[in-house]
């Protein structure tokens, strides 16, 4: 009985060390993903007004500009997964590259090559155990964010876009990477980047009642257009990472009040079998006190008579 007391006290010792990090793990992605927040607020209406302005020039005019023109026959894509460098986040990294994967089977069902760029380790430790191909990884930065870091990744993607397929360019620019709706709920969804859905935009134009100003382009639309590319991508993607960035806290916050939880109920569990355990002792002694006294007086009336 003793040996087993002692395990269970081994063991809610260890249990109750492991609690003391996750509950620590939670409160730092809770104070995490209120900047997070925060960031993500400030950086959606600049890209939201610069998608706007992407649409306005794409429309009022007749250029033909990797923005906006879409190929005849596009044979080739390149989908940006954003992932996170570290773990400990639930089913967030799952979630983002099961997406990945849906929307690379249904590019290759269309009959284009998709060539994968991916940013954060777990996203390319995924891939690299599988022995598929990827075209460029970032990492080192996926829990805090910037925008020189967005300029970095968007750069190839930029260069891909622009040059010829036949010279390893591609036709469209999609994105993966997890929306944060809230505090509770997160959602892997893919969006294409390259060529801009002119008539998806200007139908949410619409339907929020706005209506896209006309403008004079000066020196011409193309130009505007070359222009408006780095800042369209780099503010999508900036955008996207700091959604990505905010739903992982969030994910691990969630991940970590769960384990916290989990770790109180084992140590409640643990703390009844070792009080089981030792009432089961003391209950032993006490029989084999008893039992000896009962013996003893046994064996002094036998000598007596």
């Known amino acids: 009985m003793g040996a087993q007391l002692r395990v269970y006290k081994r063991r809610i010792r260890s ?54 023109t879409e190929a005849e026959n ?22 983002a590259i099961k997406a990945a994967e849906q929307l690379t089977e249904r590019l290759e069902r269309e009959g284009k090559r998709v060539d994968t760029y991916i940013v954060g380790r777990r996203g390319v430790a995924h891939y690299n155990f599988r022995e598929r191909t990827i075209a460029e990884t970032f990492t080192g930065f996926t829990d805090e964010p910037s925008y020189a870091d967005a300029k970095k990744i968007a750069a190839p993607l930029i260069e891909a876009i622009t040059d010829e397929t036949a010279d ?27 060529p801009l859905r002119l008539d998806e935009v200007a ?21 505007v257009l070359d222009a408006l590319l780095p800042r ?22 969630r991940a970590m009040k769960s384990a916290t939880d989990n770790a109180g109920e084992l140590i409640n569990t643990l703390s009844r079998l070792a009080n089981a355990a030792r ?7 006490i029989s084999e006190i008893v039992g000896g006294a009962s013996a003893l007086a046994d064996a002094t009336a036998g000598s007596d008579n």
């Open 232 to 253: 369209y991508v780099e503010s999508r993607i900036y955008n996207a990472l700091l959604q990505s960035a905010a739903s992982k806290h969030a994910a691990t916050r």
């Open 15 to 68: 249990v109750t060390a492991t609690k003391k990090i996750t509950k620590a793990m939670e409160m730092i992605a809770a104070s995490r993903v209120v900047k997070a927040q925060r960031k993500v607020a400030a950086s959606t209406p600049y890209a939201q007004e610069l998608t706007r302005a992407v649409t306005a020039v794409g429309t009022g005019s007749n250029t033909k500009h990797p923005l906006t």
């Open 203 to 223: 139908r949410e134009s619409h339907a929020k009642g706005e209506i896209l100003p006309l403008y004079d382009f000066e020196p011409s639309a193309e130009d």
């Open 74 to 95: 596009p044979t080739r894509a390149a989908v940006l997964l954003l992932t996170s460098d570290r773990g400990l986040a639930g089913a967030f990294n799952s979630n």
């Open 168 to 194: 390893g360019g591609v036709d469209e620019l999609h994105i993966v990477y997890t929306e944060f709706v809230s505090m509770m709920t997160q959602t892997a969804v893919d969006s294409r980047l390259l």
């Open 279 to 285: 009432q089961a002792e003391i209950t032993q002694e």
